[in-house]
C-alpha cells in the first residue's frame, strides 16, 4: 500500500493485470470444487491425496488474486473485475463460465483430471504463468511477478495428477 509502484506502471501493463485478475481469481476458487471431487472420488488414495492439496493450494491462488487486485481498487476501481467479472452477462465470461463448468464441474473425476490437470494446467496455464511473471518483471511489476510465479509452481505440481491418472 505504500508503495509508488502502481504509478510508474505501463497503462498497457495494468489493462494485462485487470484481465489477467478477472479472468482468473474465481476460476481458481471453481478450481477448488473440481480438485475436492477427486478428492473424494478419485481412483487411488494417492491420487485423492494429492487433489486435497490441490485444493488447498487453488484456495492459496484464489486468496492471492484477490488480495493483490484489492490493493489497486483504490488506486483504479476496474481492478473491482477481480470478484465482479464472473458474475455479469459479458460475452466473454459467459464463454469462460460455460468453458470451466464444463471441465470441472460437469464430468467425473476421470474426465476432470484428464481435462483439468492434465491438459489444461499442463499445456495451458505453466506456459502462460511463466510467460506472464516475466512479462510482469519487464514491466517492474515484482508484486504480481512473484504471485505469478509462486502460482505456477503449484500448477505444475497440478499437472502431475493427470499422467498417473490415464495408467489407471
Not at 505504500?2 to 471453481?30: C, M
Not at 477427486?38 to 492471492?64: C, K, Y
Amino acid at each position: 500500500q505504500r508503495s509508488n509502484i502502481f504509478e510508474s506502471l505501463d497503462e498497457g501493463w495494468k489493462s494485462t493485470a485487470k484481465a489477467h485478475f478477472g479472468a482468473v481469481s474465481l476460476i481458481e476458487y471453481l478450481a477448488v470444487l473440481a480438485e475436492q471431487r477427486m478428492g473424494r472420488f478419485g481412483l487411488s488414495p494417492a491420487w485423492r491425496n494429492m487433489a486435497v492439496f490441490g485444493a488447498l493450494d487453488e484456495i492459496r491462488h484464489t486468496q492471492m488474486d484477490l488480495y493483490l487486485a484489492h490493493e489497486f481498487i483504490a488506486k483504479d476501481p476496474q481492478f473491482d473485475w477481480a470478484l465482479k467479472a464472473y458474475h455479469t452477462n459479458d460475452w466473454g465470461i459467459i464463454a469462460a463460465r460455460a468453458t470451466f463448468d464444463g471441465m470441472m464441474m460437469n464430468p467425473n473425476v476421470v474426465d476432470i483430471a484428464i481435462q483439468l490437470p492434465f491438459t489444461f494446467e499442463t499445456g495451458f496455464t505453466n506456459l502462460q504463468f511463466v510467460a506472464l511473471a516475466a512479462d510482469a518483471l519487464d514491466s517492474g511489476d515484482i508484486s504480481f511477478a512473484n504471485m505469478i510465479s509462486s502460482t505456477q509452481t503449484d500448477e505444475a505440481r497440478h499437472a502431475q495428477q493427470g499422467g498417473p491418472t490415464l495408467e489407471l
